[in-house]
């Protein structure tokens, strides 16, 4: 008859425990870093990101920004107010 070595009910209750704790950091850590971005941060990533990599407006001068944000009007649609947040952003 083989002997069924099992792992002590101890150990099962710490893995258990190190990995809930792991687990909780890594969510609240993704939830501080969305609840510490602004307005605008928040409306260029979910408007700028479903097509293509983040951009950096502080990159572009404020004409150059304002002509990208000119070329992508038809496929994002920004209301007025949209439109000045991201204008605003530097």
């Known amino acids: 008859m083989l002997c069924k070595r099992s792992i002590p009910f101890s150990w099962r209750k710490r893995d258990t ?13 993704c939830a501080i870093k969305q609840a510490s971005m602004s307005p605008e941060e ?3 990533r979910s408007k700028c ?6 951009p950096e407006p502080a990159k572009f001068s404020k004409e150059k ?5 000119d070329a992508h009007k038809d496929r994002v649609r920004l209301d ?3 439109r000045e947040m991201l204008e605003g952003l530097k």
């Open 17 to 29: 425990v190190v990995i809930s704790i792991i687990l909780m950091i890594v969510i609240l850590g």
């Open 42 to 44: 928040t409306l260029l």
């Open 49 to 54: 990101t479903s097509c293509h990599l983040l």
């Open 65 to 69: 920004w304002r002509d990208i944000l």
């Open 80 to 82: 007025k107010n949209e």
